[in-house]
């Protein structure tokens, strides 16, 4: 059984940085694309950052390039996102999500697995 759960979301002040964890487990994820999307109510889940489990390439939201980082721990099975010069329009859910694909991973409904989301609260 498929388990991807986020930790370290919370309550930041605006040009302050968090670090996300994303633990998978379940399957081996080598050939996987591990993605961080974020939820805000009333809006459509947006993708934030992926990355290729095996190669290490990385993709970024133009709206978070140059401030968050994508990275994964081969030996823990952890994707991480440091996001730091956070900004109070950074605030929403966010979503680790892990999928087989070769194209599109900036969709959301691509991916297979979700995990169940940690908030994130940037303060101004």
């Known amino acids: 059984q498929v388990q991807l759960v986020e930790s370290g979301g919370g309550l930041v002040q605006a040009g302050g940085s968090l670090r996300l964890s994303c633990a998978a487990s379940?399957?081996?994820?080598?050939?996987?694309?591990m993605g961080w999307f974020r939820q805000v109510p009333g809006k459509e889940r947006e993708f934030v950052a992926a990355?290729?489990?095996?190669?290490?390439?990385?993709f970024y939201a133009d709206s978070v390039k140059g401030r968050f980082t994508i990275s994964r721990d081969n030996a823990k099975n952890t994707v991480y996102l440091q996001m730091n010069s956070l900004k109070p329009e950074d605030t929403a859910v966010y979503y680790c999500?892990?999928?087989?694909?070769?194209?599109?991973?900036?969709?959301?409904?691509?991916?297979?697995?979700w995990g169940q989301g940690t908030q994130v609260t940037v303060s101004s």
């Open positions: 990355i290729n489990w095996r190669t290490g390439s990385t």
């Open positions: 379940g399957r081996t994820f080598s050939r996987y694309i």
């Open positions: 999500a892990a999928g087989r694909l070769d194209y599109g991973l900036a969709t959301s409904y691509k991916y297979d697995y």
